[in-house]
């Protein structure tokens, strides 16, 4: 199985920042690599799929990086709506696939 | 668009058997998964298992062999997952998504308690 580490587990930010979450795989996934916001009683939101592309309807300012083991997310200019968790999950190994176990993104 | 829509909250007892559904609607669907992911309590997300509404063919977690069950019926266009021997450990939120690899539509989440 693909272990998925995120990290930090809680970020505290200021509005108007920028955000960089981490996400790391046990072993090489390429780009295959999916991004999630998940606000609370609510289903998690597809933001970034292929390490980089944004969803449908996703603003400019979440942008996906990185390939094989390393993945950043970064929301460059904080909204009040960004403040959640974020999920990421490998979408290598079929169809096994595992999430890392979050990072909260709270106001600082 | 696809929408997912999930059947309500359910309270069942340790040992029982509790059945989700998962309607989807909207825009045909291209890639045919339905797939369940569960999440528990402090414990994210979790990729349970999915059906191919083409073919029928399923494919489970490991650690959930012999005890879940998925099926669609593509008559009414819903999948459902049925999981058996609840134990206090499968309280939790399922969800239900479409998609390949990634999770591109999701259903609105079903809370599922057990307990004595």
């Known amino acids: 199985e693909i272990v998925m580490t995120q990290s930090p587990a809680t970020l505290s930010v200021s509005p108007g920042e920028r955000a960089t979450l981490s996400c790391r795989a046990s072993?090489?996934?390429?780009?295959?690599l999916a991004w999630y916001q998940q606000k609370p009683g609510q289903a998690p939101r597809l933001l970034i799929y292929?390490?980089?592309t944004r969803a449908t309807g996703i603003p400019a300012r979440f942008s996906g990086s990185g390939s094989g083991t390393e993945f950043t997310l970064t929301i460059s200019s904080l909204q009040s709506e960004d403040f959640a968790e974020y999920y990421c999950?490998?979408?290598?190994?079929?169809?096994?696939?595992?999430f890392g176990q979050g990072t909260r993104l709270e106001i600082k | 668009e696809v929408q997912l829509v999930q059947s309500g909250p359910e309270v069942k007892k340790p040992g029982s058997t509790v059945k989700i559904s998962c309607k989807v609607s909207?825009?045909?669907?291209?890639?045919?998964?339905i797939h369940w992911i569960q999440e528990a309590p402090g414990k994210g997300l979790e990729w349970m298992g999915l059906?191919?509404?083409?073919?029928?063919?399923?494919v489970y977690a490991e650690k959930l062999q012999g005890r879940l069950t998925i099926i669609a019926d593509t008559s009414t266009n819903t999948a459902y997952v049925e999981l058996s021997s609840l134990r206090s450990e499968d309280t939790a939120v399922y969800y239900c998504?479409?998609?390949?690899?990634?999770?591109?539509?999701w259903g609105q989440g079903t809370p599922v308690t057990v307990s004595s």
């Open positions: 059906v191919d509404f083409e073919d029928g063919e399923t």
């Open positions: 292929g390490a980089s």
């Open positions: 072993q090489s996934i390429g780009d295959n």
């Open positions: 999950q490998q979408c290598n190994h079929w169809p096994a696939y595992t």
């Open positions: 909207g825009d045909t669907f291209s890639d045919d998964y």
């Open positions: 998504a479409t998609g390949a690899t990634f999770f591109d539509y």
